[in-house]
């Protein structure tokens, strides 16, 4: 018997992008694994169809965002371009870069590939785009109908790629791995050593302090990781800290020994501005056999994006927004 997939095509109910799920309606569908729907649609303009202009990318664009009931907001994250992510630039650098970079790759009709917890799971069909000015720099922001496979009918966190490429990838088992009482105590005990470590201030109770946990398995490791973000007089919102806060990430993953920490982002208010960070989702975006983890990282006056990945033998923030950048000393 073939395997058949459940397409669920939601109905657009609110324009924003919350996390809470409210359905407006339910639109079910049986269709085969090979009856690709995304193939009737429009991945891009063609070339000869496009105005002169700015340079636009030649690979696929990552987007990020939150599914809200019956449709899901993504925001442009970057241009993939080998193992690399290229920023989006803003008007200033490159004046009507926006508007073209929407009419080639986000226009309305357009088809995104959705993926979750680092398989595809549906298709987003573009309905009509706008510019997220909450990133610090403005970014094309899309709004659109979801159709998704039944074991993500809940998800709300998804990334998606433009271009054929991503809808030739296979769909794969959706499964959300929610946290045990054994992770949140490694990621406790992983906190408390880093703060030794780097002689941090103790906050009052490091339980408390923890702001973020999540548990997930990576593409590239048959166990399982987990992120948690630690704060100090912050929050993860968007809004100013206290003179003297800090944020803590750390990811680890489990060892014969437990879990071991793969990479630490430590940030002083102070000194680098504050930048409170919390895993996002993870995705092999570039296909080159390794997991990319997108961070959602939240400043005093906007939010942006970071990336990390293992390479060359450990893990390293191999993108970021340039508002992520350090304080002026």
């Known amino acids: 018997m073939r395997r058949r997939w459940l397409i669920i095509a939601v109905i657009l109910t609110a324009p924003s992008g919350c996390d809470n799920v409210a359905w407006g309606g339910v639109d ?10 995304e193939d009737t649609l429009p991945q891009s303009i063609p070339e000869a169809e496009e105005p002169t202009g700015p ?4 690979g696929p664009i990552l987007l990020a965002g939150t599914r809200d009931g019956a449709s899901a907001t993504l925001t442009v994250v970057g241009a993939i371009a080998g193992d690399s992510l290229i920023p989006f630039p803003s008007e200033a650098e490159i004046p009507g870069y926006r508007d073209q970079f929407v009419r080639r790759f986000l226009s ?4 995104l590939t959705l993926f979750a917890e680092g398989v595809r799971v549906g298709r987003l069909t573009v309905t009509d785009t706008d510019v997220d000015l909450e990133q610090c720099v403005a970014k094309p922001r899309v709004r659109g109908i979801v159709e998704l496979v039944p074991d993500a009918a809940n998800v709300d966190h998804v990334l998606a790629l433009t271009g054929p490429e991503a809808t ?16 949140r105590v490694a990621s406790l005990n992983l906190a408390s050593g880093i703060i030794q470590q780097l002689g941090m201030r103790w906050p ?6 923890r702001a973020d946990i999540q ?9 399982p990781s987990i992120a948690a973000t630690f704060l100090l007089g912050d929050r993860l919102a968007v809004g100013e800290s206290a003179p003297d806060a800090y944020s803590l990430f750390v990811l680890a993953t489990r060892g014969p020994e437990g879990y071991a920490r793969d990479y630490v982002w430590y940030r002083e208010s102070a ?13 092999d975006w570039d296909g080159d056999g390794s997991t990319e983890v997108l961070l959602d990282v939240f400043g005093s006056e906007d939010r942006w994006f970071a990336a ?10 191999f993108f970021e927004d340039p508002c992520g950048a350090p304080l002026a000393g």
């Open 108 to 111: 309305p009709g357009q088809a």
């Open 215 to 223: 548990a997930f398995h990576r593409s590239d490791s048959a166990e």
């Open 204 to 209: 009052a109770s490091v339980l408390e302090a």
């Open 168 to 183: 030739r990838r296979p769909f794969g088992d959706f499964r959300v791995l929610a946290h045990n009482y054994n992770q």
């Open 308 to 317: 990390i990945s293992p390479r060359g033998g450990s893990w390293t923030r």
């Open 271 to 283: 000194t680098d501005g504050k930048g409170a960070p919390r895993l996002f989702d993870h995705l």
């Open 55 to 58: 340079a636009l990318p030649t």
């Open 28 to 37: 079910v569908s049986l269709r085969a694994p090979g009856e690709e729907v």
